[in-house]
C-alpha cells in the first residue's frame, strides 16, 4: 500500500492517464469488479539469477540493504532460515544501490495462520520501485478488499488482470519490468513510467502507464527525480517474508 515513506510526489499529462482512471472507477473503489481468481502452476520453490543478475538478498545478509529513512542506517528486519522477515515497527528498507529501468524478481510468503485482520490489513507490505511506484504485496488469498490494492495491483491505479495468489504461508513470487519515466529539461514528462508484473508466473500487469507515484486517496502528480533510485520494500506492520531477490538492469 501507498506511503508518505517512499515518495517525492509527482504527475503526468491528462494525455496518458488511463480510461480506467480518467472515467468510471474511483481509487479504491469496491464496486469495481473483483479480478478473476486463477490457480497459479508455480509451486514455490525458489527461481535461481541468471548469470548477469546482482542478488540484493541471497538469504544470509542484509549488506545490500538500508534503512528506507533520512538515516539510511544498517536495515533492521530481521534474517533466518534463508529469508529476511519484516519487523513491525521497524520501518521500510531500501537497497543500497540505486536502479533504473530493471528486471526484478522477488519472492515472498504473508503469516500463516493469517491475522484476524481482513482487506488491506493482511500480509501488506510493497514493492516500491524508485521508492516510489508500488507494486503491491498483499494476501489475497479469500480475502476481499478494493481491486486497486490487492496482491498484484499497482497501488491505487491499476487492479491486477486476475488473482493468482497462493494460499498463506505459502512461497509466491513477483517478476516485475519497470521502466522509469523520463522527463524534459522543463521537468515535464516525456514519458511515464511503465510496469509489467508475473505473479507466480502469471500476468497481471500488461506494461500499464503509470499517472504518476502511487498513493493513497488522491492520485499524486509526476514531479522530476532523479534517473535512478532503490528499490524499496514496506514495514506495514504484517510480518511478511522476503527471500531470493535479484534484479537485471535494463538498457534505457
Do not use: C
Not at 58 to 83: C, F, I
Not at 109 to 115: D, G, H, V
Amino acid at each position: 500500500m501507498r506511503v508518505a515513506l517512499f515518495v517525492a510526489v509527482l504527475a503526468a499529462p491528462a494525455a496518458i492517464l488511463p480510461a480506467q482512471n480518467r472515467g468510471g472507477w474511483p481509487q479504491h473503489s469496491m464496486d469495481r469488479p473483483q479480478p478473476r481468481i486463477v490457480t497459479p502452476a508455480y509451486t514455490g520453490a525458489p527461481v535461481p539469477p541468471p548469470l548477469d543478475a546482482i542478488v540484493l538478498f541471497d538469504g544470509n545478509s542484509l549488506a545490500n540493504w538500508r534503512t528506507a529513512d533520512s538515516a539510511m542506517g544498517p536495515a533492521k528486519w530481521k534474517v533466518e532460515n534463508g529469508y529476511m522477515a519484516i519487523v513491525p515497527g521497524a520501518g521500510g528498507i531500501m537497497t543500497a544501490q540505486s536502479f533504473r529501468n530493471v528486471q526484478l524478481h522477488i519472492e515472498f510468503a504473508s503469516p500463516s495462520p493469517p491475522s484476524s485482520n481482513t482487506g488491506q490489513n493482511r500480509g501488506n507490505s510493497g514493492v516500491f520501485l524508485m521508492r516510489t511506484y508500488e507494486v503491491q504485496v498483499l494476501d489475497s488469498y479469500e480475502n476481499r478488499t478494493y481491486p486497486d490494492g490487492q496482491a498484484g495491483s499497482i497501488y491505487g491505479q491499476w487492479p491486477p488482470l486476475v488473482n493468482a495468489s497462493r494460499k498463506p504461508g505459502e512461497w509466491q513470487r513477483y517478476d516485475i519490468i519497470f521502466n522509469a519515466p523520463r522527463f524534459r529539461a522543463d521537468s515535464s514528462v516525456e514519458s511515464p513510467a511503465r510496469l509489467t508484473v508475473f505473479h507466480n508466473g502469471v500476468l497481471v500487469q500488461d506494461n500499464v502507464a503509470l499517472v504518476g507515484p502511487t498513493s493513497n486517496g488522491w492520485r499524486a502528480p509526476y514531479v522530476k527525480h532523479a534517473d535512478a533510485l532503490p528499490i524499496a520494500l514496506q514495514d506495514h506492520g504484517e510480518r511478511v517474508r522476503f527471500r531470493n531477490i535479484w534484479i537485471r538492469e535494463l538498457a534505457p
